[in-house]
């Protein structure tokens, strides 16, 4: 059974018990000390007057959340929070009358009641102002704590993803299959005397598993690094279909310093290589495009292939893994659709928030 959480408002508003026993108990004492007789009800009313700021609490931490005092600092919350502090004070000087009307009707006398009131605000403004920013702070530093946990939550559970992602692309490349054809390409050359041709295909493998193995801790790169790999990638698999597979990428220089999640991009492709050529014995295309569009960077995967088939993706590999991957980083702000291409074949589109990261030569020059 998974355990509850016990909301901030409730311990706040708790606290309060500890001041009213006090209060009653400073009360008590005072009492006795001045040798006068036990009043029971003045010792509950000034027990039961700071439980009245209990009550307030919920609503200062409601205004609290609603108009936060955090960086940046607007002074429009800043002038709202000190309003409010002064209409609680008013607050809870009511209901401290209301609670003396009720404990001791007794001691007013016609007229005494106003006079009561407006003595007991400003009884409690000075100490009830400091006391309704002081529950603002303490409701902002439980939510700092409460997002710092959550972060840290988050990056633990990236980098478990990152490391998955990592282990995926490794196994999409180092699984038997993808060798077995990889060698099988490379012996087929050799066999037919193009040497120069069979060194090339062992050369570029090894630049596709030299990236894959020196991304250990990005969770993103820049587009041109992600396109670096997938040309790497698509070079490997151009020596294996010979003319069949015919890539062309398309994305304007000005996005390159885009920053995307790793390996996503390959895993597009690599899915559109796996199901959009692999499986037909004509020729196929796969286009690879990107596009800013205001705040949003837009990556497409086009191939020509048999289109969609209906079988789900396998959990936690390739496009289901993506996805995971993606609302960890972005949560809604992402998204991944495959649909199908007009005329035939399938279009994977990529959407994810726009920033822009450094790219890996000036990161380079300035060590």
């Not at 399938?346 to 990261?357: C, F, G, K, M, Q």
């Amino acid at each position: 059974m998974q355990k509850r959480s016990i909301r901030p408002w409730i311990l706040v508003s708790a606290v309060w018990i500890l001041p009213a026993i006090l209060g009653s108990l400073d009360s008590l004492a005072q009492q006795g000390l001045s040798g006068q007789p036990i009043h029971f009800r003045d010792v509950l009313f000034n027990g039961l007057d700071w439980l009245l700021y209990g009550l307030l609490t919920p609503f200062v931490i409601a205004l609290s959340r609603r108009f936060p005092l955090a960086r940046p600092v607007r002074p429009r919350n800043v002038a709202i929070h000190i309003v409010f502090s002064i209409l609680f004070c008013f607050a809870w000087a009511g209901g401290g009358t209301l609670l003396k009307m009720a404990l001791q009707p007794n001691t007013f006398e016609r007229g005494s009641i106003a006079e009561f009131y407006v003595s007991w605000v400003f009884t409690t403004f000075p100490f009830g102002a400091g006391v309704y920013f002081s529950i603002v702070g303490v409701e902002h530093a439980l939510r700092y704590f409460a997002e710092a946990r959550e972060r840290e939550a988050q990056v633990a559970r990236l980098a478990d993803q990152l490391t998955s992602a990592r282990l995926a692309a490794l196994e999409a490349r180092l699984n038997p299959h993808f060798l077995f054809n990889s060698l099988n390409t490379v012996n087929v050359l050799v066999r037919d005397g193009e040497n120069v041709a069979a060194t090339r295909v062992i050369e570029q493998l090894s630049d596709v598993l030299r990236t894959t193995l020196g991304r250990t801790r990005d969770s993103e790169v820049s587009l041109d690094d992600e396109l670096a790999l997938a040309r790497q990638y698509l070079a490997v698999e151009q020596a294996r279909f010979s003319d069949r597979l015919r890539p062309a990428i398309d994305v304007p220089a000005e996005l390159l310093s885009a920053a995307v999640p790793s390996f996503a991009l390959q895993h597009l492709i690599e899915n559109a290589v796996r199901h959009g050529v692999a499986r037909r014995s004509a020729a196929g295309r796969i286009d690879v495009s990107a596009r800013r569009d205001g705040e949003v960077l837009e990556i497409t995967v086009r191939d020509d292939g048999g289109g969609l088939t209906g079988e789900p993706p396998a959990p936690g590999h390739g496009i289901e893994n993506t996805r995971e991957r993606l609302r960890t980083l972005y949560g809604d702000a992402a998204t991944l659709e495959l649909i199908p291409a007009p005329g035939h074949g399938t279009v994977a589109r990529l959407r994810i928030p726009y920033r822009e990261i450094l790219l890996r030569e000036a990161r380079s020059d300035d060590h």
